[in-house]
């Protein structure tokens, strides 16, 4: 048999340093480009993508899901079924409903309130608020409100609740101290989705038919400003990174970036079909938009307003809502009566095959995984070597196969 011969410890300190080298070399052009600040993009392997996946359960709920909010007390997401009259209640570390709570007629948007640990809810039909307990997963009241209650927002500066009326065109404001409703105030025709700027105290709803956004101050619960978007307003999300506004555009297939100062729209991006909400994800500098009409989710870069990603989930999404303990998206499928789990960074990885470099997040993800593989290569290569002993080759004797020990 012919033997193995072993290098001496200089030429294998040799190796080591060439190894070394070429590692950072291979390191410095894979890793540099996805580093924060970095200009570049980096595309990513279809071996990776499927490691690294995008959707990671599917939590079968209520019938037609609309409405999502994520509960930070708890770690649990609250899914309202529009056709079932309920809300189911999932937990985040398990994926699955844990606690169903029959609200009013028609629940569509929710909104959670981390002073008091309650969730609002709209009832679009029976056109109240049902204020539901986290504690205890129990109606603790019901706030009578405008003519179609359809969406909410939690305004955490003043404690009050936005609730926007599709068929009155108002938004009824909801003292969370008093469960009483302290201000009505006309906005555009048939508002939607709305959402709470905290840098400047205002409140951003988008109305359907009048194809505008408005403005409203919380401090004197007045519009100060409408801005124009067109084409069937319906998502709002404020991204509290960079002091914008995204606006979804059902009709157009768009979404509106208003920057939240000056109140104009600074650009607009592309999206999937019929476009129904928009959520912000802090940690990845991500907004996701769910597209009705396309049975997918869209993922836009805030750094640049283009589109990082898109990712296929459940039939007709909309409600859409961020857990910022895992950092997974919870997307209601209201054709499938079912909630998406979404690692974000893993939709961007495997959802459009190139990793954006500006959030970051997933460039630390691909850094970390290529990391791994070049230290399980280093360890096959030097580790018996470092140890004394050569490195297997294929073929060579393992020496005699000892007979199995009792049972443990």
Request: zero cysteines; charged letters at 10%.
């Amino acid at each position: 048999m012919r033997r193995l011969r072993f290098r001496s410890p200089r030429s294998n300190q040799a190796s080591l340093a060439a190894l070394v080298v070429g590692l950072v070399a291979v390191g410095g052009l894979v890793w540099g480009p996805l580093l924060p600040g970095s200009a570049r993009s980096v595309p990513i392997t279809p071996a990776l993508s499927v490691a690294i996946g995008g959707t990671v359960a599917t939590v079968p709920v209520g019938a037609a899901p609309n409405g999502v909010a994520y509960d930070s007390g708890r770690g649990e997401v609250y899914v309202s079924n529009a056709d079932s009259g309920d809300v189911s209640v999932i937990s985040d570390s398990i994926n699955s409903v844990i606690a169903t709570v029959p609200v009013g007629n028609t629940p569509k948007g929710m909104a959670y309130d981390s002073e008091k640990g309650e969730i609002f809810l709209a009832n679009e039909y029976s056109d109240d608020v049902s204020i539901v307990s986290d504690s205890s997963n129990t109606v603790v009241a019901y706030v009578a409100v405008g003519s179609g209650a359809a969406f909410e927002a939690y305004d955490s500066g003043k404690g009050e609740v936005f609730v926007t009326n599709y068929f009155s065109s108002n938004v009824s404001v909801i003292d969370d101290a008093s469960n009483s409703v302290a201000a009505t105030i006309p906005v555009g025709g048939n508002p939607l989705h709305l959402a709470y700027d905290e840098g400047n105290g205002e409140v951003f709803v988008a109305s359907q038919l009048t194809g505008n956004v408005s403005v409203i101050s919380d401090s004197t619960n007045l519009v100060v400003a409408t801005v124009s978007v067109g084409g069937g307003p319906s998502g709002v999300t404020y991204d509290s990174g960079k002091g914008d506004v995204y606006v979804t555009s059902a009709y157009s297939g768009t979404v509106s970036v208003i920057n939240a100062t000056t109140n104009t729209i600074v650009t607009t991006a592309p999206t999937g079909a019929d476009p129904r909400n928009a959520v912000y994800d802090g940690k990845a500098g991500i907004v996701l938009v769910t597209n009705f009409g396309t049975n997918s989710t869209t993922l836009i870069s805030d750094a640049t307003a283009t589109v990082a990603a898109t990712l296929t989930i459940g039939s007709n999404p909309q409600g859409i809502a961020i857990d910022s303990g895992t950092g997974e998206a919870f997307a209601a499928n209201s054709g499938s009566d079912s909630v998406s789990v979404i690692s974000v960074v893993g939709a961007l990885l495997s959802g459009g095959g190139v990793a954006s470099a500006s959030p970051g997040a997933a460039g630390y993800v691909v850094a970390g995984v290529l990391g791994a593989g070049l230290g399980i290569m280093i360890g096959i290569l030097i580790g018996p070597q470092l140890r004394g002993r050569p490195p297997q080759v294929p073929g060579q004797d393992r020496g005699p196969t000892l007979p199995p020990g009792p049972a443990r």
